[in-house]
């Protein structure tokens, strides 16, 4: 028991440092998606939470998302998530590419496997994502782009696309959670694991090495 805590404890300190960036955010490596469309899509993001958890002040910011993207080709880029309902209507017959597979590395290390799309058909958006005002968070410019969420219930769509609406979007992304208590639960198993192994080295000695 003592040392299935303390390895738990140690594995989530661990992680802390190993794959955490500097705003304590755990992120994965770059990954590169390419497409020849006008987006790139991340579809049901499908989130429950408690409601009375989700409007205490006190626990409702524990987890955050960071989506981070950074232009390949010098365009500016837009980076935006929205309820499924708006992105669905805005990008309806639209060309767009959606993420189905992909494999995100722990930052500090490469994935050598390739994303797969389920290219949509269809022709270019009615006018640019930074036109529209129903993103729940975005951002758009030249260089790095990135966006922070605190996540509530709802259906969800993540967007990168050009921030002018042009086709052929060439990116490195990366996604990456924040759960403030994480620490504290790992320093806790932690100590707890020390405390067991006292108890246990405790009773071990009381209990045979000093028998008659």
Known sequence: MAAGLIMGGGAILWSQSAITDSE?????????????????????????????????????????????????????????????????????NVNIDKLVSYSWAPYRMMSSERPVYQTIPGGAPSSPPTAQSFWVAHSSGTGTQTVTW?????????????????K??????????????????????????????????????FGALRRP
Do not use: C
């Open 150 to 166: 605190t996540p509530t219930t709802g259906e969800y769509w993540v967007v990168i696309m050009n921030a002018d609406g042009s």
């Open 24 to 92: 304590g955010y755990m992120i994965t490596a770059p990954i590169n998606l390419n497409v020849a469309s006008y987006a790139i899509v991340q579809d049901n993001i499908d989130i429950h939470m408690d409601s009375g958890w989700m409007m205490n002040p006190s626990t409702r910011d524990i987890v955050s998302i960071k989506v981070s993207a950074t232009s390949n080709n010098g365009a500016p880029i837009f980076v935006g998530i929205a309820q499924q309902q708006y992105a669905q209507n805005y990008l309806n």
């Open 168 to 205: 052929v979007v060439d990116v490195d992304a990366q996604v990456g959670a924040r759960v403030t208590i994480l620490s504290w639960v790992g320093w806790g198993l932690l100590l707890g694991g020390i405390m067991v192994a006292l108890v246990g080295v405790a009773a071990l000695y």
